[in-house]
């Protein structure tokens, strides 16, 4: 199959060396791109700005901002069967970009924001894609339901879900722990392991699902 994966955080720019972003390693999208080139899918990772080295028989794709992860996915619809987008997209960004670096004279700054591209929404629809489509839920409260509700408001058909702040997972770790919710309902948790295991384990249900599923909407 053909999988495209998004990794790691975006950078939005306040001015030339101030910018939003997150915490997010990359460290869950690259192993998930290499899990997926391991078992033989050709594989196409939209990576934001990481230190990560690129998987083997993988072709990256370098992006900073969430317009350039968007522009980057756009492109890669017509030939994905598979998108899985584990990247922390920023959900803001500056609302002006100045060209020179903010002066620190003044004693307080109001940074007005507008919202970035909301990538995962936008597959279905404007976008077109048709395939086997899987999105990161990253949660600090009520982990169950807005997994659900994003399962169901971004159309996917599984929606990949952790709790951010939880002592060895997540941002900045080696390890994770997530629950897996499909479209069907089921719900598999995948227990604390390393990412790499979380990936592989993660591929294993996404081939029997899609084996199983009916043709996607």
Known sequence: MNVAVTAGPTREAIDPVRFLSNRSSGRMGFAIAEAAAQR???VRLIAGPVT???PKSVDRIDVESAEEMYCAVAATVPWAQV??????VADFRPAAYSPLKSSKDSTSLTLRL??????????????GFTGFLAGF???THDLVEHARTKLRTKNCDLIVANEVGTTGAGFDSLDNEVLLFFRCGRILPLPLAPKTSIAASLWRAIEEEIGHSPSRP
């Open 40 to 42: 033989g899918h050709s």
């Open 52 to 54: 990560l080295e690129t």
């Open 83 to 88: 998108m899985v987008l584990a990247a922390a």
């Open 114 to 127: 507008k919202p970035t591209p909301d990538i995962l929404a936008s597959l279905r629809h404007p976008l």
């Open 137 to 139: 839920a990253a949660e």
